[in-house]
C-alpha cells in the first residue's frame, strides 16, 4: 500500500514538473508562428536553398538598414553570430552574398512588405530553364543560354543560391512588431556604441535531411529502402499532375495514336515559384495564362457543340514548367512511348499562353522558333497559324505583331516539344522581348500588381462578381485565344463573331485565383465532401510552387483547374449520386470518354447550401512526374531531376539571452549544486540505517 502511494506522489510531482517547465519555456521564448522557411532543393549536380543545424541556429539579432549595419554584422560587431532581421528592399543579391560569405551569421529573417520594390525583384535566374529548353550546342547554339534575347533581366539568381544558414520569411504583422521591440529595447546602438547584456536573440528551426544532389540522395534513400526495417526517405521528386481536356471527347484509355484525329493543343502553365516555400502568388507569371485559357474553353463551349470544328482541341495545363519543364516533358515522354492519350502524330499545331496580363497599349506578341521555320513546311503552317490569330484579332480592339524573325522562343512548355519534333507553333505573350513582368518567380507577382483591385466597401460576393479592368482586357484575350483555335482547328468564319470570353467568368476566376480561393463559386464547382472536409478551400488565394503530391493527391490549383475545366467543357446530366459514381451501365454513358463528377451546385439566393448535380466532362488527370524519376536516371541532363529535402521541425522563436560570462557562472554554480547534492545523497545514503531507523530493536526477552 505504501509504495502505490509513493508512486502516485512521483505522478504527481512528475505532472507539476512538466506543467512547471512549460510555463517557464512560455516565460523565456516567444514562438513565432506567422513564418515560412527557405528550404533545400536539389538536382541532379547540386544543392540550392536554405538549412539549419541539427538543433536550430541561434544568434544576436540585428536589423539591417544600412552599409554601416552591414560591415557591424559581418566585420566589427562584438556579439557575432548575429541573426540577421531585413526587410524586402534590403533583400538583395549584394546584401545576402555578403551575409553568405560571411562565418559571422546565423540565419536571416526577412519581413515581406506589401510595397514592393519600385526598381523590380526577381530572385530566379535571368535565363529560365535555360538547360533543358530546345536550344543547345546541336539546335540554334547561336540562340542557347539567351545569348541573344535575356528574358528575366531583373533575376538575381537568389533563389538557386545555397545558403549554410536559414531564411525565413515573416509576414509584417503584430509578431514583426514584437521583434522589431525586442531589438530597440535591448540590441540597438547608441551613438554607435555596442549594446549590454541582456540581448535579443532568435533561433531558428529549418534542418534539411537531403545534401549534395539528387543523385545522392535518392541513392542513400534507395539504400534505406532496401536494408532498413524503418526506412526515412530523404527527399522526394517535384510532381503533380497535368490537367488536361478536349472539345470532342477520346478515349482516356486507349493510350498511343487515334486513328482520324488530328489535334490543335493550347498549352498554358501551373506553376511558379518564389525564394521561400510555398509561397508563389505568380500572377502574371502563371494565373494569367490559366485564367485566359479557362475561359477560352467555356467561350468555345456551346460554338463547338453546335458547328464542331473537323480537328479536336487539345486543352492542357502543365505544372511543374518552372523545374526544368516537369509537366510537359512528362507528356512527350509519354507521347513517345505510347503512354499518353495521343502520340505526335495526332499534333496538328501549337498554341501555347505565356504572361498576357501586363500588355501594353493593347499589343501582343506572337513568338514562334526561327530554326524549325527554316523548314518550308512548317514554315508555311506558323505562317498560317499566325494568320489565324491576326485574323481573329481584327474582329476585336488587340494588335498583333511578330517579334524579331531570329529571336528565339520565350521559355514555354512548347520548347519541350520542338525537341522531339519540328511542330508548327506560336506563344502568345505580352513582351516582345524581355519580360515587362517586373516581378518573376517572386513575391511581388500579385493580384495588385495585375491591377485587380476593388472599390472599398464591397462585400465578398460582390467583389467576386466585380468586373476589374484586369478582367475586361483578360477577357479580351481569352476570346482571341478561342477564336484562334476554332479557325486553326478548321471552324468556320461565320461562326468567329459568335465566340466571345465572359467577362463574368473572368472576374470570378481572378478572385479564385488570385485573392480567395474559398467562395461561393469554386464551392458549387467542388464535390461537397471536398468543400466539407478538406482544407483545399481558404481565405486567400492557392499557391502555385509545385512541390509534391500529399497522399497522391494533386495541388489545390491543380485540383481547382479539373473542377473549372470540367465546368467549362462538360454538360450536366440527369444521373442520380449512385448513377453519377458508377455509370458504365447506364446506356449512352461511358467512363472511357468522361469523367462524372457529384459536385455541390450553386448556393440559393438566401445562401444555403446548393442542390448537388452530376457533371459529365472529357477532363483528365496526368502525372507530372519527371522521366529521370520513372528511368531511375538521377543524373540525367535530358529531363528534369529536382527532389525537395525532406524535414521534421521547422519554427521560430525569439528569448532574451544573458552575457557569456553569466552563462559560465550559471554553469559553475549548476555543477557547484550537482557535487554538493552527489556528496549530500552519498552521505544519507551511507547512513540511512542510523537516520532512517524508527525504534531501537527490543531487547531479547527469556521465558
Known sequence: MGSVKRIEFLLICFFYARVSCSSVEQKIYVALNNTTPCVRLL?????????????????VLHVLETDDDLDWITKTGPHAPYMVLMDSFTFTRSSMMRLKNSSRVAGVAVIHMSTPPDKGFSPHTSCPNQNTGVYTESYGPDLANCSTTVWNPLGNGLSYEDFPFPIFSLADDNE???IRKCYEDHNKRVNGSAPVY?????????????VTDTVTCMRRTDLQNSFSINPEQLCDPLMDYNVWATIRPINATAKGHKQNESMVIAATRLDGRSFFYDLAPSAEGTVSGIVTLLAAAEALRSVTQVAPPPRNIFFVFFQGETFDYIGSSRMVYDMQNNKSVIDFDNVHSFLEIGQVGLRREQNLWMHSDPISRRNETVNEEVAFLVSNIKSAASMSNLTLDEPNATQALPPSSFQRFLRVRPIPGVVLADHQSSFINKYYESLYDTAEYLKVSYPPNLSPEEQLEYETEAAKSLTEVATLVARSLYKQAGGENSVLKNITADTKTMAKLLYGFLVKSNNSWFRS???????SKDRILESSPPQYYVSLSQNQQPKSVT???KYILANMTGTATNLNQSQCQNPKDIPGESKD???YDWISGPASENHTAGEPFCVRAPVRLAKAMSPAFELRQYGSREYSTWTESRWKTIKARIFLVASPQLQMLTLGVGIAVLLVSLVVTYFISSKADILFSSAHDAPNTTY
Open 43 to 59: 538536382n541532379a549536380t547540386h544543392q540550392i536553398g536554405c538549412q539549419s543545424s541539427i538543433s536550430g541556429d541561434t544568434g
Open 176 to 178: 514583426t512588431q514584437v
Open 198 to 210: 541582456p540581448l535579443c536573440a532568435m533561433q531558428l528551426f529549418s534542418h534539411m535531411h537531403a
Open 525 to 531: 464547382l467542388l464535390p461537397r465532401e471536398m468543400v
Open 559 to 561: 485540383t481547382f483547374v
Open 593 to 595: 470518354l468522361y469523367i
